[in-house]
């Protein structure tokens, strides 16, 4: 496969406004997104940028380049389905690893394992899960839930469901949900072009629609879900933890 890296990202945050451009460690957060992105090593990174400012904050980045995308555009996977076209319309990457702006600590190897559905041949998108380890992160509807067996200790699992609420019933490992997306290119071409469906629409979950449309999802399983910024709080705990390691070292 061909990958390439693309991070949409914009200044209108629903839940954090600005939170793209939000300072930890002296450095933009969507610098520090960018950063791993490359030491993840896997292809080119490409910042699908909402706003002259973001773009601007990521100019000069060794292994970076930035596209401006219209602004309006109504998610994350149409802001990436935008820029890649404008980027590589001669189809030379032929997947697309779709990366959230707000994991500045995701782990370079975590981006390497989204790959892992589409090696197996059988999946039109890749995504990500790792366990449940609290009673409060299994309760929290911030935490998306998935609905996947591991058969015979494989790593990877056919994603029946994705929900807010607390599934599957019963005992067993809860799997809480990584965004991060490795796409087939073919795959997000036509996903972009599906209305929103039913259930998406009810539990505000975008690959719900990839589902409901017949399309089949894989999860890689990962040992720790990577800590992610949605609300001030959660700048804080990221902050804090930066700056612990920087004074560590």
């Not at 996977?77 to 189809?91: F, L, M, T």
């Not at 009673?135 to 609905?147: F, G, I, L, P, Q």
């Not at 949900?177 to 071409?189: P, S």
């Not at 040992?223 to 804090?240: H, K, M, Y």
Request: charge should be negative.
């Amino acid at each position: 496969m061909r990958p390439i890296i693309v991070i949409p990202s914009r200044i209108a945050s629903t839940r954090l406004p600005r939170k793209a451009l939000a300072e930890i460690d002296g450095d933009a957060m969507i610098v520090h997104v960018a950063r791993r992105a490359v030491a993840a090593g896997l292809g080119p990174v490409l910042v699908a940028a909402g706003d002259e400012e973001i773009r601007a904050a990521v100019a000069g980045m060794v292994g970076v380049e930035a596209l401006l995308t219209d602004p309006a555009l109504p998610s994350g996977s149409d802001r990436v389905q935008a820029a890649i076209e404008a980027y590589d319309p001669q189809g030379r990457y032929d997947c697309v690893i779709n990366l959230q702006g707000d994991l500045p600590l995701v782990e370079p190897d975590t981006l390497r394992q989204a790959l892992r559905p589409l090696e197996e041949g059988r999946f039109d998108i890749g995504t990500l899960v790792a366990p449940v380890k609290s009673v409060e992160e299994r309760d929290a509807d911030s935490v998306v839930k998935v609905a996947c067996t591991f058969q015979n200790d494989g790593d990877v699992a056919r994603a029946l469901y994705f929900s807010r609420s607390v599934i599957p019933w019963g005992e067993g490992v809860y799997w809480h949900h990584v965004g991060v997306y490795a796409w087939r290119r073919e795959a997000l071409a036509r996903f972009v072009t599906l209305p929103p469906s039913g259930l998406e629409e009810r539990e505000k979950l975008e690959q719900l629609r990839a589902l409901e449309a017949g399309m089949t999802i894989g999860c890689a399983r990962i040992g720790t879900a990577p800590l992610g910024v949605d609300t001030p709080e959660d700048l804080a705990r990221i902050r804090a933890r930066v700056g612990g390691q920087a004074s560590c070292r």
